[in-house]
């Protein structure tokens, strides 16, 4: 069966930190990787996808990259984080685009 | 524009009770529809989805949705909710031109009353 990992599960960092947030994918092969923040009240905001290696699309300008070095794995990075990037961020795959999303569970970014 | 609203931020509602959880999308054509949960500091989980065909879809934990085209809605309900259903439910929707980009709705946090 197919599972999804992220770490670390909790992060605080301060001011101007960088930042690299590690997403695996087990038990599928060539996933969409997507990357989303959530903000309270705010529901999900898609940050960048990925269809294939090397392959990455942004979906909002701002302070984060991305990067897929390997086939299951989708990094988040940042050089210098800001206040506004603390939130909740979450990995996910799915086997096409448009269809169902699988989760991980989410790693809890704190700025201070 | 192709945009996804859940108008109730919050509901309540007794355990025993009935819940209609409402999403409504701004599209022309017949979108692919979703609805997740997610517990509080966890990802999300898939309840139930629709692509086409019938319009009343069930999902897991006794949820189910219906499709009405003609209101550009897809409503979650529960006949009787549990104590466990208490968590923050999200519609998605998935416009079938383009890349297919998801788009998710802004969540409905359920609280539910002993």
């Known amino acids: 069966s197919q599972t999804i990992h992220q770490w670390p599960a909790t992060l605080v960092q301060p001011v101007g930190s960088p930042l690299s947030l590690e997403c695996t994918v087990e038990g599928t092969s060539n996933p969409n990787l997507y990357w989303y923040r959530q903000a309270a009240g705010r529901g999900l905001q898609l940050l960048f996808y990925s269809v294939g290696i090397g392959q990455i699309s942004s979906e909002v300008p701002q302070n984060l990259s991305a990067s897929r070095p390997q086939d299951r794995q989708f990094i988040l990075s940042s050089k210098k984080l800001l206040l506004s990037d603390s939130g909740f961020y979450l990995c996910a795959w799915s086997v096409q685009s448009g269809d169902e999303q699988f989760f991980g569970p989410g790693t809890r970014l704190t700025v201070l | 524009a192709q945009s996804v609203t859940q108008p109730d931020i919050h509901i309540t509602v007794s355990e025993g009770a009935s819940l209609e959880l409402r999403c409504n999308y701004s599209y022309g054509a017949t979108p692919y529809l979703f609805w997740y949960v997610q517990s509080p500091g966890q990802g999300l989980q898939l309840l139930l989805k629709?692509?086409?065909?019938?319009?009343l879809v069930q999902g897991i934990k006794g949820f189910e949705a219906e499709f009405k085209r003609s209101q550009s809605s897809f409503n979650l309900r529960k006949p009787s909710v549990h104590w466990s259903d208490a968590a923050e439910y999200f519609c998605?929707?998935?416009?079938?031109?383009?890349?297919?980009?998801?788009?998710f709705g802004t969540g409905t946090r359920l609280k539910v009353l002993a």
């Open positions: 998605a929707v998935v416009f079938t031109s383009g890349t297919y980009k998801y788009i």
């Open positions: 629709y692509f086409s065909g019938d319009t």
